[in-house]
Structures are given as structure tokens and as C-alpha cells.
């Protein structure tokens, strides 16, 4: 039987789960959906990730409004795919900071991402009707931002580590609650999107200039907190070695449908029960072929190439 297209027919509600990290340092996990977070300062809000609608944006408000009232001056979106940004008008921010490159490539293909990600996985996309447009930063920076959070809450600093999951990827680390949110930089048991990924460099320098903050805790992109310098390190070796199994075995193959075969078949034992794995590969196979092949920056995704992929590999 032809498995249904992406995660088309994945209906299920997850149970979402809403964890103090700290004081003032919030994450809501879901079970391999998109997660998010908030980082409390004196006298303001900074939220991370905007969710794919304001509608599901303000379901994820209305559990933070139980711990906190400050008003939210930073929105901060770690990169520009739409399940992590189309919600962010449910904000009322005063400041949205994504980094240089995720601007420019929300203006490059935000629009085609847009219709990709809603067919890919229409669950995500509550009430899309309530989305208002493509989501623009306000704020951009291309090496490091700096909030001040005040008090004694000490600063959240937003890095870019490098190219990884997309060009434009940044993380948010506390330095004092050595606490990191890595977007989709990392997972944490659940399986990796590539297809917009530059994976030779996301594997090496990306991956070490990550690790290198020392996190105690990691929020990854999907999937569980990441707790202790134990399990943080779990996580950045899962995200390593998912990429480098797809390198040896799409490097070695001599068809992109021989590439499919062989990295499925590597990587079904470990990662295939994990949310989005049979949703992703064919995908990320697509994208690391061109890039094994000279092709520079990864190609846009519409509706229509990413039934092309998904009949030619996934059938
Ligand atoms: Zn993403």
C-alpha cells in the first residue's frame, strides 16, 4: 500500500506539556510537534518560536498567561520555516529578531513554504484562515543579539553557529541558567528535516559551535527537553550521527532513488518509530544529493515538487 504523503494523514492531537526550566524559563514540548518556549525578564516577555497559526499560538498564550502577565516585547524565531512562524501576529510583540538570512529567505521562498508546510502537515495549521500573512522581522543581526533581561536574570544571547538546518538558523542561550532553545539545530529523539539543510556543514562546525556553549539543558526543536550535560550531549550525537549516516550512505549511492534506499535502510532501525521519519526522508534525501552534487543552496520546495519527490522515493 502507497504510504500517505508526508504527514498528511497524521490527525492525532498530541498532548502538549509545559515545563518550568527555570525561574521564569519556560518550554512547551509535544510529543515530536514543533515545540516553543519563554524566557522571562524584569519587566517584559521574550517568546521563542511563533508556532504555524495565531490561533495555535494563543492556545500555547493562554498556558503561559497562567504563570506570567508581562507584556511580550521579543518574538524570536529561530528560523523562517512556516510551522515556526506564521503564528506570530497572536504575539502582539514589540520586536520580532530572526537572524540576517532568515529575512532574506522568507522574502526569497516564505511564500512557497508557506503552501509546502500546509500540505506537508495540515494538523499543524489550526484555523489557517486566522493567518494574516507571511511573518517579517523587525530585528535582524548576523553573528550575535543581546537581550539584557535585568535584574539578577542576567542576558539571553541569540548566536548564529553557522549553516545547518537552513542557512539562517540561530539558538537562544541563557548563560547563567545554562539553558539553550536550539530550534531545529537539534532533536531530541525525534527525527530530523534536512531538506533545506546544508549537511556538510551542519555535522562539523555547526554541531561544535553548539556544543561548545556547554548547555546544562537544551530545548530542541521537536521532542523532549534535553536535561543534564549528559543528556544534552545525547541529543547533539543524535543529530550528528542521523547526518553522518545520510552522508556515507547518499555519498555512496549511485541513483537518488538508490540514495533513498540505502539511507532508509541505515537509519530505519534507530530513528524509524520517531515522529516525522518517514515524513522527512525522502525530502532530505532529495537535498543531499544536490548538495553532493554541486548544488549550492537548497531549492525551493513548492506543493507540487514535494508530491514529485515524495511519488518518485516514498512509493
Ligand atoms: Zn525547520
Known amino acids: 500500500m502507497a504510504k500517505p504523503f508526508a ?25 515530536g510537534d514543533p515545540n516553543v518556549g519563554a524566557i522571562e525578564a524584569e519587566d517584559f516577555l521574550v517568546c521563542f518560536e511563533a508556532l504555524a497559526t495565531p490561533v495555535a499560538a494563543r492556545e500555547w498564550l493562554a498556558r503561559l498567561r497562567e504563570y506570567t502577565d508581562k507584556p511580550i516585547r521579543y518574538l524570536v524565531l529561530s528560523h523562517y520555516h512556516a510551522v515556526r512562524v506564521l503564528g506570530a501576529s497572536a504575539f502582539g510583540a514589540d520586536v520580532i529578531v530572526t537572524h540576517d538570512k532568515t529575512r532574506e529567505l522568507i522574502a526569497e521562498r516564505g511564500e ?12 499543524l495549521f489550526k ?146 518509530a520517531w515522529p516525522i521519519f518517514e515524513h522527512c526522508l525522502p525530502f532530505n534525501v532529495s537535498r543531499l544529493w544536490d548538495e553532493l552534487h554541486g548544488v549550492e543552496r537548497p531549492r525551493i520546495w513548492t506543493a507540487e515538487r514535494d508530491r514529485e519527490v515524495w511519488d518518485q522515493l516514498q512509493s
Open 112 to 123: 512557497q513554504d508557506w503552501a509546502s508546510e500546509y500540505g506537508r502537515m495540515p494538523r
Open 127 to 272: 484555523e489557517p484562515e486566522s493567518i494574516p500573512g507571511l511573518t517579517w522581522p523587525t530585528a535582524t543581526f548576523s553573528d550575535t543579539f543581546t537581550i539584557d533581561l535585568g535584574g539578577d536574570r542576567g542576558d539571553l544571547v541569540l548566536a548564529y553557529c553557522g549553516r545547518g538546518h537552513t542557512e539562517g538558523d540561530l539558538v537562544a542561550w541563557l548563560p547563567k541558567q545554562r539553558i539553550m532553545f536550539a530550534g531545529d539545530l537539534v532533536e531530541s529523539q525525534a527525527a530530523l528535516y534536512t531538506g533545506d539543510a546544508f549537511h556538510l556543514d551542519w555535522s562539523a562546525a555547526t554541531l561544535d559551535k553548539v556544543a561548545s556553549f556547554g548547555a546544562e539543558t537544551l530545548v530542541g526543536g521537536r521532542g523532549a527537553v534535553a536535561r543534564g550535560r549528559h543528556g544534552v550531549d545525547a541529543a547533539i550525537a543524535q543529530t550528528r550521527d542521523f547526518l553522518a549516516v545520510m552522508l556515507r550512505e547518499v555519498g555512496a549511492a549511485g541513483s537518488v532513488k538508490e540514495a533513498f534506499e540505502r539511507t532508509h535502510r541505515e537509519l530505519e532501525p534507530r530513528y524509524g
Open 7 to 31: 504527514s498528511s494523514a497524521d490527525l492525532g492531537e498530541k498532548k502538549q506539556s509545559l515545563e518550568v526550566l527555570a525561574e521564569g524559563v519556560y518550554a512547551l514540548t509535544a510529543e
